[in-house]
């Protein structure tokens, strides 16, 4: 198991994490650590553990934001792969009504070449 020391508030805090994970985990307490510095200029010292519930609460509801936003997205792109869905469908029986007028037609023309091959010519070489 890794090991990194992140920086929270101008504190170090050594934190174990899988192997390959460490830049990931700086990162994410880089993230943190802005969400508690902005706190602290906006309300000034007042407590580490209440910065860092705030910070938290912020961080929570950024997610929760993010998480309706993705399902919204999630039942729109459900409702476009339904409306493909039937617009495929409807393709598929238009090209078959299509392709059903294209073989009558297509009958009634040899009809009617037949019918011009089997008349007798009247004119006379």
Not at 11 to 28: P, S
């Amino acid at each position: 198991m890794a090991q990194v020391t992140v920086t929270i508030d101008g504190k170090a805090y050594r934190m174990a994490c899988e192997e390959g994970q460490e830049d990931h985990l700086t990162d994410l307490a880089t993230r943190f650590d802005r969400y508690v510095l902005h706190l602290k200029d906006q309300f000034g010292e007042i407590g580490d553990l209440r910065l860092t519930v705030m910070a938290g609460i912020m961080i929570t509801d950024e997610v929760s934001e993010l998480t309706r936003r993705v399902s919204a997205l999630e039942t729109e792109l459900e409702g476009l792969r339904s409306n493909r869905d039937t617009t495929m469908a409807a393709n598929a029986q238009a090209e078959e009504t299509l392709a059903s007028v294209i073989d009558e037609v297509t009958m009634h023309i040899h009809g009617i070449t037949e019918k011009l091959i089997a008349r007798p010519s009247t004119e006379q070489a």
